[in-house]
């Protein structure tokens, strides 16, 4: 049965200077909050933009418009016992919870518990970073988790509802492998699944579509060889698996050259998207150690896909992972930083808009205001 959900105040996600916010010990939003003062980093920038929600942690939003409404997907975090480490085990989350709002800066609704591990049955723990979409009447939410083998699979739950709750397939799709599934949608109607991620992500441990516990703990370490390439296959008509063996992404430079596994500025890491504009694709990533949101562009949703650009410099906390969406003739960037908390694990969502400079290029954004 559904439960209740929460109204919560709006923010004023765009504003340059808004107090009351709570935070973890030793952050200095928090102090400010308590002094009446503008939330503030440790290291005193003002931000760009305010957290979505403060009663829940957030992360990883995948944001979506469906009949005139903004939902967005995150990752819920919890503060779990887990120590850091650099394959993410302190990531510990374990269920989802979906937002939900009439308009950018207005009131946002957080729904309930929307789908559980315990209610997933090949799913062991670490339910990370979601997707979702919509066919007819079905919505479907796509999500990675590790299966009691410790390797990530990605799985998908269904639901009448866009707020849920989902029900779970079973099984994993077939073939899906590594985590961070983020499912776009053609013009012509077909759907396409990106999904990988390197360190944590296991995409290194699957290069063959099989997972191998003993592989690297990072990436091939071949820092003058083609980085690892995310990947993308097209979905079945149900939307339930692929129609196809996976693909991998080229990602190129300039020239016509992929980009290198040393180029950690560059490189792909995590956090795939991709959304249309003006007839082209843009593929979006994070680059992961560099801490960068970055793009590229393509004429086909396979690729190859030319780097153009950074969409976000660094935010406060470790990860940054995106969507980018139109609503009320704007584009906006969903995104999130460690605000609240002061704590890599713990984070929470924010949005601001996206501009397009008139060549298609996309103009990088700072998530703190000079």
């Known amino acids: 049965m559904k439960g209740p959900t929460m109204k919560l105040a709006s923010v004023a996600l765009l504003a ?18 308590a002094n009446g003062a503008e939330p503030r980093s440790p290291d005193g920038r003002r931000y760009l933009s305010q957290p979505l929600v403060k009663d829940i ?8 418009v469906w009949n005139g409404k903004i939902y967005v997907y995150p990752s819920h975090d919890i503060d779990g ?29 957080v729904g309930p518990v929307a789908l559980d591990v315990k209610d997933v049955p090949w799913a062991d723990k670490q339910m990370w970073a979601p997707d979702a979409a919509k066919k007819g009447d079905t919505y479907y939410l796509y999500f990675p988790a590790k299966d009691k083998q410790g390797a990530f699979r990605i799985g998908v739950a269904t639901s009448k509802d866009p707020m849920g709750p989902f029900k779970a397939q ?14 776009f949608t053609d013009t012509d ?29 990072t990436d091939l370490g071949q820092d003058d060889k083609p980085a690892i390439a995310p990947r993308v296959a097209k979905m079945s008509g149900d ?46 990533y994070s680059t992961g150690d560099t801490h960068y949101l970055v793009y590229a562009i393509g004429d086909s949703p396979y690729g ?36 609240l908390s002061g704590q890599t694990r713990l984070r929470n969502v924010k949005v601001t808009e996206l501009h397009y400079n008139p060549d298609g290029t996309i103009k990088t954004i700072d998530p703190f205001v000079k």
């Open 189 to 217: 109607g077909q759907s396409y699944m990106y999904f990988g991620g390197i360190w944590g992500g296991q995409l290194q441990r699957n290069l063959s579509g099989k997972y191998d516990p003993n592989g690297s703990k």
């Open 57 to 64: 942690y957030t992360a990883d939003p995948s944001a979506h």
């Open 304 to 339: 190859p896909f030319t780097y153009k650009g950074r969409i976000l410099e660094p935010v406060e906390g470790w990860t940054t992972h995106h969507s980018i969406v139109e609503w009320g003739g704007k584009w906006w960037l969903f995104y999130a930083d460690s605000q």
């Open 239 to 284: 939307m339930l698996e692929f129609a196809e063996t996976p693909r991998e992404i080229q990602i190129v430079d300039d020239k016509g050259k992929p980009l290198l596994g040393g180029d950690h500025d560059r490189r792909f890491f995590e956090a795939s998207w991709m959304h249309k504009y003006n007839g082209k694709y843009y593929f979006s």
């Open 81 to 109: 016992p887990t120590p850091e480490d650099d394959l993410g085990a302190h990531f510990e989350m374990r269920d989802y919870r979906i937002l939900s709002m009439d308009k950018i800066g207005g009131p946002v609704t």
């Open 16 to 33: 340059l200077a808004l107090g009351g916010c709570q935070g973890g010990e030793g952050n200095q939003s928090a102090a400010n909050a």
């Open 170 to 183: 079973p099984q994993p799709i077939k073939g899906s492998f590594s985590i961070d599934p983020a499912v």
